[in-house]
């Protein structure tokens, strides 16, 4: 496969290997796919919890971010604290 790079990414390489981050100008091109492999690779991961998100939601699982929601949220997270606490001095 041949690739065209432009002048600034040609310049932008060369400054890397005269800097040492790269052996050759070549590897530039591995270094920018192993990248968008993983930026893909994250894509899909994010978008497979997406859909367990939305999956939660259609099967009636999940609560509504309200207001009230989250006043009855910290309220529970509150209470479930003070029981830990008060579960702790006992032991």
Partial sequence: MEVQLTSDQRAFARQAVL???????DDAIGEALALWEERERRRLEFR??????????????GREITEEGMRQLVAEVSERGRARLVAEQVS
Avoid: K, N, P, Y
């Fill in 48 to 61: 497979s919890t997406l859909d367990q998100a939305r999956a939660a939601v259609a099967r009636g699982e």
């Fill in 19 to 25: 800097a040492g981050r790269l052996r050759r100008e």
